[in-house]
């Protein structure tokens, strides 16, 4: 079994910084991908960013310029730093990974930027 754990939310105030971090634990012979998605109140989940293994990224055309992944290979960590933090980014930040050819989540951690 595979697990995500994902820590580094938390409130801050626009203008502001945060870095998520997501750890892979377990069984784990081959990671694929390691990302993120968001989900704010009454909108679907959506792509962030994400990390191929291989050693491409993919961001939101949104977010890029404020927000970076990057990793590190051997924790199995993946991370999102997070800059000049808007309101509208505030969202449950889920990890995502496809680890052992099969898709694993995290329990999510909340972002809030208060205005």
């Known amino acids: 079994q595979v697990q995500l754990a994902e820590s580094g939310g938390g409130l801050v105030q626009a203008g502001g910084s945060l870095r998520l971090s997501c750890v892979a634990s377990?069984?784990?012979?081959?990671?694929?991908?390691m990302g993120w998605y968001r989900q704010a109140p009454g909108k679907q989940r959506e792509l962030v960013a994400v990390y191929n293994w291989a050693g491409s990224t993919v961001y939101a055309e949104s977010l890029k310029g404020r927000f970076t992944i990057s990793r590190d290979n051997a924790k199995k960590t993946v991370y999102l730093q997070m800059n000049s933090l808007v309101p509208e980014d505030t969202a449950v930040y889920y990890c995502?990974?496809?680890?052992?050819?099969?898709?694993?989540w995290g329990q999510g951690t909340q972002v809030t930027v208060s205005s």
């Open positions: 995502n990974a496809l680890i052992n050819v099969h898709d694993y």
């Open positions: 377990g069984n784990i012979f081959n990671i694929g991908r």
